[in-house]
């Protein structure tokens, strides 16, 4: 068990890694769940920032190096309202892109981040 974890979203909010003067990025966030509203959160922000991943442990592999079906509809939701989307890709290994790369100008893949993953973004 990690002694804390800093998430991408907490160092979003505080402005980690940000060439921003004396002040916090505005974040706004919609969990994915509906594509409609993550969509219509990406429409009004100058850049989207979409997470998508997969995970696996000591016997429970992946089935398939396929993203998950929730999040490409939330990923293609996002990227058809917001030109301007960065996708964090985190996962144990390969992962399937052809049915998503060409809507995502910019792809960073995390692998395996571990606890301060948000330090990262």
């Given amino acids: 068990t990690a002694p804390y ?24 966030y919609s969990n994915g769940s509906d594509p409609t509203e993550a969509a219509a959160t990406a429409a009004s922000a100058d850049i989207a920032i979409v997470v ?6 000591e016997g429970s592999d992946r089935r398939s190096t396929s993203l998950p079906h929730r999040q490409l509809a939330a990923l293609a939701a ?19 892109v052809g049915e998503w790369i060409a809507s995502a100008p910019a792809v960073v893949c995390y692998f395996l981040p571990g606890q301060a993953c948000g330090e990262g973004s």
């Fill in 5 to 28: 974890h800093q998430s991408i979203l907490m160092s979003l909010r505080r402005g980690r890694g940000q060439h921003l003067p004396n002040r916090a990025p505005t974040v706004h």
């Fill in 52 to 57: 998508v991943g997969s995970t696996s442990s």
């Fill in 78 to 96: 996002v990227a058809a309202a917001q030109p301007r989307t960065v996708v964090l890709l985190m996962a144990p290994g390969a992962v399937a």
